[in-house]
């Protein structure tokens, strides 16, 4: 964390390496990249947070983790790996407290984006929601191992989490918590996933 700021007027540019990442608090893609400080657009930067500080997430989906969460914008560092323009993430889907099926996205929030779902040793599945699967699916990750022992100890004690990691120059990295993936409103396909996914829940 570089900073936190009640609006973008109050941004202080001048404490920012040259790159860095700035996000809205309360929302989903409220999300500006800065390779290059020096030519990075403020002025279209700043318009762009100010309307997501003034969209409220939890009216749009109803998750209510986001409700009455103060409008804010945080810096965060820049994280890349290598020449890749967008990382790799794994979303681990967690039922009581065990990692059951890894959602692999690529390309994230691109127009090309794929999403690929796998079980715990990495064997793909014949699973998909509202994107398509990819045509080169990624080798098993080196940190596998780890990163589903940290989703475990992550989602200890709840029904349902995901847990989102990265790996990054070898290193897992800690993405975010969701209580409701895609706010719950998207399908699986075949049908008979919903089966298998509702019984792996126990309240």
């Known amino acids: 964390l570089l ?60 998750e209510w983790p986001y409700k009455n969460i103060p409008h804010r914008i945080i810096a965060e560092k820049y994280m890349y790996d290598g020449d890749r323009d967008y990382l790799p993430v794994c979303k681990f889907f967690c039922f009581n407290g065990v990692p059951k099926i890894i959602q692999v996205i690529q390309n994230d929030k691109q127009p090309d984006e794929t999403i690929d779902y796998y079980d715990r040793n990495w064997n793909l599945l014949d699973l998909r929601q509202n994107f398509p699967n990819s045509r080169e699916h990624l080798p098993r990750p080196e940190k596998l191992d780890e990163m589903l022992d940290l989703a475990e100890k992550l989602a200890d004690g709840k029904n349902f989490i995901r847990v989102d990691l990265y790996v990054i120059n070898g290193d897992v990295y800690f993405s975010e918590y969701t209580f409701f993936s895609d706010a719950g409103f998207e399908r699986f396909y075949p049908d008979e996933w919903d089966y298998t996914l509702g019984n792996w829940i126990q309240l």
């Open 3 to 62: 900073g936190v700021w009640n609006s973008p007027e109050e941004i202080d540019y001048d404490i920012l390496p040259n790159s860095f990442v700035l996000k809205t608090t309360h929302d989903c893609g409220g999300v500006i990249v800065c390779k290059d400080k020096n030519s990075f657009d403020k002025g279209g930067a700043e318009a762009f947070l100010r309307s997501h500080l003034n969209s409220d997430y939890y009216e749009t989906c109803r």
